[in-house]
Antibody, heavy 116, light 108 residues
Framework: DVQLGQSGAEVKKPGESLKISCKGS????????VAWLRQMPGKGLEWMGI????????RYSPSFQGHVTISVDKSISTAYLEWSSLKASDSAMYYCARLQGYLDYWGQGTLVTVSS | EIVLTQSPGTLSLSPGERATLSCRASQSVSRNYFAWYQQKPGQAPRLLIH???KRATGIPDRFSGSGSGTDFTLTISRLEPEDLAVYYCQQYESSPYSFGQGTKVEIK
């Protein structure tokens, strides 16, 4: 079975750094782009960016360019989403998903809470 | 960026009724690279429809997608209580692959 397993919930303070992960299994990880999406509390889905595991080609949505870093370690079939300095407004649920243009398999989500 | 506008914001119907959800794009999605997702409370979204009208694996045939160009529709032919969810449309013709703001389906 295709699965995307995300790392657990995080509680951080403003200014701290954070890296969350998304591990693919049950398929050839390097054959598909991986997408990251944000869902703020009570709101809709926002496209953050995508990465291709073979060569780490990364495409960011203009709204997120410069605010987050997407990376991948293809040797362990894992994609990452990273912040160098969190803000309270980064509090949200973050999803990874396998991209075929459409998103056919989703991770369970990682809840990030940023509070002083 | 293609902007997607969904209507209505909320749909309240009884079990067995037909639900029609609309999504309008700010510019033509000419290759029908269009998808619909269902997000139940507390869960991750799930793919229902891709390429405007193709049901994803395991999706019941009461869900159907149609449309072309700038106007797309998701139809749930006979609502069931477990269809309580927010439904999102998405285009994947032009990066960034944007979403609509969602339609909430309530069951009376």
């Amino acid at each position: 079975d295709v699965q995307l397993g995300q790392s657990g919930a995080e509680v951080k303070k403003p200014g701290e750094s954070l890296k969350i992960s998304c591990k693919g299994s049950g398929y050839t990880f390097t054959n598909y782009w991986v997408a990251w999406l944000r869902q703020m509390p009570g709101k809709g889905l926002e496209w953050m960016g995508i990465i291709y595991p073979v060569d780490s080609d990364t495409r960011y949505s203009p709204s997120f360019q410069g605010h987050v870093t997407i990376s991948v370690d293809k040797s362990i079939s894992t994609a990452y989403l990273e912040w160098s300095s969190l803000k309270a407004s980064d509090s949200a649920m973050y999803y990874c998903a396998r991209l075929q243009g459409y998103l056919d398999y989703w991770g369970q989500g990682t809840l990030v809470t940023v509070s002083s | 960026e293609i902007v997607l506008t969904q209507s209505p914001g909320t749909l309240s119907l009884s079990p067995g009724e037909r639900a029609t959800l609309s999504c309008r794009a700010s510019q033509s999605v000419s290759r029908n690279y269009f998808a619909w997702y269902q997000q139940k409370p507390g869960q991750a979204p799930r793919l229902l429809i891709h390429d405007a009208s193709k049901r994803a694996t395991g999706i019941p045939d009461r869900f159907s997608g149609s449309g072309s160009g700038t106007d797309f529709t998701l139809t749930i032919s006979r609502l069931e209580p477990e269809d309580l969810a927010v439904y999102y449309c998405q285009q994947y013709e032009s990066s960034p692959y944007s979403f609509g703001q969602g339609t909430k389906v309530e069951i009376k």
